[in-house]
């Protein structure tokens, strides 16, 4: 197999260095799935300690990773995802390694994440959407109890973090010449409470 760093230059976990590791001889055998799940886990191993964290495009703008800056895929062949659909699928990623360390030493676990968005003047912490996960099993056990410490938490997050984030991001975005995404009002938490993964508030 080719060189990692021969394949896809930094920032490595790209949409085209995906493409190119599906293909390599290493997938044969894997159904496309299975090979798109490990070119992901691959090209994204030890970013939390690559030290780019702080690496912008533009001075004061957006981290060369961002999703806008991968290259556009024109081809038709049925490997190819949209940007859309790259990010959910980083999502599902996050949220399955969450599952499986909670089940390996059986700990609970909580993520609260809120996707960049425009942050209008009228932005409010109860209108702004944001991906939760809790350990299944514990919110199926203790919905009510679960239900509302969580939502607690993700209140507070609301208005303490994310607000002032999305601010933030709008402006890096401004920054770079990007139109930021626009993200779909908030649902309530009690409408989501009994999908296993994720709520939205």
Known sequence: MAGLENLCPKPHFTLPSVTALHSDAFALGFSNVERQATACALLRHNSHQDGSHY????????????????????????????????????????????????????????????????????????????????????????????????????????EQIAKNHLQHFTERCRIEGIQPPHRCESLSFSRQINHPNTVYT
């Open 55 to 158: 690496h912008t495009k533009t001075a004061g703008g957006l981290h060369p990773s961002y999703i806008k800056f991968n290259k556009v895929l024109t081809s038709q062949d049925e490997r190819m995802i949209t940007h859309e659909e790259f990010v959910e699928a980083a999502l599902e990623d996050a949220f399955d390694a969450l599952c499986m360390q909670d089940r390996l030493d059986g700990g609970i676990s909580l993520l609260i994440r809120c996707p960049g968005s425009q942050a209008r003047d009228s932005l409010t912490p109860e209108r702004i959407a944001v991906d939760v996960y809790i350990t299944p099993c514990e919110l199926h056990e203790h919905p009510e109890q679960v239900g509302g410490d969580v939502s607690l938490f993700v209140q507070g997050f609301c």
